[in-house]
């Protein structure tokens, strides 16, 4: 079968570890005769890029590719339902959509045979396709470099979105200093948290707790 018949999806995700907004699932689908040019244009993980960088490779993919498709999973979804199975039915939702002859997805798990299975019982029963599923995908395969570009662009325009209602919100991750000030500071002032948090973080237990003590109140009595 010739190269430009045949077509390959890139899965990644941006976002699963970030107390506030959502996370981000991304398909690209390209044809395979297009694969070099992911090569030559420094296609790789996104976390080794610069945020500029990645808005300038953006265009780049979409121009290359066939199709793009994005999963969006928000914080009360996550709170909800199991992180794990979200992940997998998005996953399973884009290959479903995009029928691609072989597909590579970064494992978000340390077992990835496990997950290449738990995401084979997710799609369509008739469909026939190579499914590679491993650890470091993102650095080791161009196209699921691709996903990870779009992934981490949007989920990051999706957030810079967020801080015009709710003011700096940093990068949403718990090591972030800026996410912690927004945090601390929005349920000083409310009482609560707002929906675009991840309630049932471990980050979000602990800022309540910090209050508790704080008003001379012991956990333990409550």
Same mark, same amino acid.
Do not use: H
């Given at each position: ?108 798990? +340390?077992?990835?045979?496990?997950? $290449? %299975?738990?995401? *084979?019982?997710? #799609?369509?029963? =008739?469909?026939?396709?190579? /499914? ?15 996903? +990870?570009?779009?992934?981490?662009? $949007? %989920?990051?325009? *999706?957030?810079? #979105?967020?801080? =015009?209602?709710?003011?700096? /919100? ?36 602990? /800022? ?15």
């Amino acid at each position: 079968m010739e190269e430009d018949s045949l077509f390959i999806l890139g899965i990644d995700e941006a976002g699963r570890g970030p107390v506030v907004g959502p996370l981000v699932i991304c398909g690209v689908l390209l044809s395979k005769s297009k694969l070099g040019e992911l090569f030559r244009r420094g296609i790789k993980d996104s976390k080794l890029l610069s945020p500029s960088r990645r808005q300038t490779l953006k265009g780049e993919i979409e121009s290359l590719a066939e199709g793009v498709e994005m999963v969006i999973i928000s914080p009360s979804e996550i709170d909800n339902c199991n992180m794990g199975d979200l992940e997998l039915k998005g996953m399973a939702k884009i290959i479903n959509r995009f029928l691609p002859d072989q597909v590579f997805v970064d494992a978000p798990t +340390s077992r990835p045979l496990s997950y $290449e %299975r738990k995401i *084979r019982s997710l #799609l369509f029963s =008739k469909l026939r396709v190579e /499914l590679v599923v491993e650890n470091r995908a993102d650095k080791n395969y161009p196209i699921v470099g691709a996903a +990870s570009i779009l992934a981490k662009v $949007e %989920r990051d325009r *999706r957030v810079r #979105l967020l801080e =015009k209602k709710y003011g700096t /919100l940093g990068s949403g991750y718990p090591s972030d200093p800026r996410t912690i000030g927004f945090l601390r500071n929005y349920f000083r002032l409310y009482g609560d948290f707002p929906t675009v948090v991840r309630r049932r973080w471990r980050t979000i237990q602990k /800022l309540k707790e910090e209050k508790l003590v704080r008003k001379g109140g012991n956990r333990d009595d409550y």
